[in-house]
């Protein structure tokens, strides 16, 4: 019952979650297009530029002001609530998901860290993170982007390192994604809103606003705009067991933020010159490299051993299979799972006779051959040995008799 209760929060939480997501970087996205493609030559002085667009059978006209109208308009609408929803929503959905059962989905099997710590730890990386990136932002290096944005990776990766050295590789990259996530919304909350109350407050005393304030805040809003796609790959990265199952799982996730990263650029400065357009070759060619690199290697078994090998290795029966996979997967993996945590077989996978384990023995080679990802947090202490005869049965056909 707790199980299942604790899917369907899951459940509303995420939808929530993803909702309120797409509405803030939605938004995020819409300004910094509009930005980029406003047309500045404009007659009228008080005006940055214009744009006219046609969406939903209606044509727009949209004007940026120089700083401010005379007046202030009535009805002004802010972007923060989608921001500050994203974070409160992620925030939630991340004790739901890792520290409500820290020991299973948090903790690397064998750390010496414990669940408790290793929550403390997370949460304490959110807050940590921001003092740093503002920190970063502040310092000397505000004047030099390239730099600025070197020094951000650079400690970024060594979360993501720090992270894989304690966590599943799930928690890692979910937790550097929250990192991140922090990070931009840190920038709402300290940078951008701040200085949007000072201009709006400014021309409602009929002051002149402080100039510098909105500039910051764009700039903040460009990293949030950059930023977004590293972290909308981690928030859908637990479908791809070949990136965070890997030996190096940050690196491999480093590779797909700079390729991220490299195609926004080229999209965001397109508009003016073509010179990042090696951009979008690099990013295909890192892909195929990643791809290629993070080809499951299968130590011990008989496509990795040479054929006078083999003959020496008794051939993996289907009884054998099927008791592997009874003691280490069916707990969870089962029409009636016996392990508390769960209510149905999680992702919907049974393993119960030997005809279901062979339905599904590519994706059981992935998780628990090719990766150490299940079971989950290895909470049945599988082998080594188990996981090698379970590879040689799968490599060598998968027979069930
Ligand atoms: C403690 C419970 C537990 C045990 C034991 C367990 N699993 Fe899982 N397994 C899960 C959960 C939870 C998920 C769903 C993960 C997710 O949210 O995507 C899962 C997902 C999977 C998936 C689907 C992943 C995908 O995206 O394709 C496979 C395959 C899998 N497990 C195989 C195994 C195998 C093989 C074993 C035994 C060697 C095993 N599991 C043991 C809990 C368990």
Redesign the pocket.
Known sequence: MEAHLLEWLNLVIRWVHVIVGIAWIGASFYFVWLENNLDRQVKNQDLAGELWAIHGGGIYHLQKYKLAPATMPKHLHWFKWEAYSSWISGVLLLSVVYYLNAA?YLILPGSPVSPAAGVAIGLGSLIIGWYVYDFLCKSALRHQPLLLGVALMVSLVLVAWGFSQFMTGRAAYLHVGAVIGTMMVGNVFFIIMPAQRNLVGAIEAGTAPDPALPKNGLLRSRHNNYLTLPVIFIMVS??F?STYGHEWSWVILLGLSLVSVAVRHYFNTRHNSQQFLWALPAAVLALLVMAYVTVPQVPGSSAAKSSEEIAVVEPVTAQQAHD??AT??A???SATPS?A??STA??G?M?DSIDEIKR?KD??Y???VASRI????N??G?TQDERDQ?GRWIADGANTQ
């Open positions: 299973t637990s479908h067991p592997i996979v280490h997967c707990s969870c993996h392990h945590a769960f999680p992702a996978l393993f599904y994706r059981i992935l998780q628990s299940m079971p989950l947090g909470s049945t599988m379970l």
